[in-house]
């Protein structure tokens, strides 16, 4: 696609892969969710025809950036070390960060752990929700499917017919119909 660069970088144990165009400040995007580099195609072009250097990743266990195995290996921490692993690969110390669907949420707690990486930050669809009077003993899953029901998609892909779908979906197409 009319040059953006590809390559892979170490970071945090994994190897990234990460599409880039431009010179200038950093624009790092992150994209959703079941999204890869690619949803952001568009603003690279823009972006770094506008004197920036825009950057975007496939996030940890999407497209050609490595899965690790253990659902252990996809917290918070994990995703944020890639981030500013991925940040210090680019040899800058601050970017102006943006964020859609699931790279909204890892992209606010690069924001709450690491604020003096971001220079600034564009969040697109999902807002800030504070942890301050929610009870600790709930988790995500629970107060969606409390709130939302079995058909909402944070819900519907937890457990098994759908989780399986991903792993043999010749096997499990059966289960959708």
């Known amino acids: 696609m009319e040059s953006v660069e590809h390559r892979i970088v170490e970071v945090n144990g994994i190897k ?11 624009v790092l995007m992150l994209h959703g969710f079941p999204e890869l580099w690619y949803s952001w195609r568009h603003q690279i072009l823009d972006l770094s025809s506008k004197g920036y250097r825009a950057v975007a990743p496939d996030l940890r266990g999407y497209g050609d950036t490595e899965a690790p195995e253990s659902v252990t290996s996809y917290t918070c921490f994990h995703l944020v070390g890639d981030i500013i692993a991925l940040i210090d690969s680019l040899g800058v110390d601050k970017v102006y960060l943006v964020g859609h669907d699931w790279g909204a949420i890892i992209g606010w707690y690069v924001c709450m752990f690491r604020p003096e990486r971001v220079k600034a930050y564009v969040c697109l669809s999902v807002p800030f929700r504070p942890f301050l009077g929610r009870d600790p003993k709930i988790n995500n899953y629970d107060a969606f499917h409390a709130k939302y029901g079995d058909d909402y998609y ?3 892909f937890q457990y098994s017919p759908y989780v399986d779908i991903d792993r043999n979906l010749k096997d499990s197409s059966h289960s959708f119909l």
Request: hydrophobic share 35%; net charge neutral.
């Open 16 to 26: 990234m892969h990460v599409a880039e165009k431009g010179e200038g400040p950093v």
């Open 154 to 156: 944070v819900c519907r």
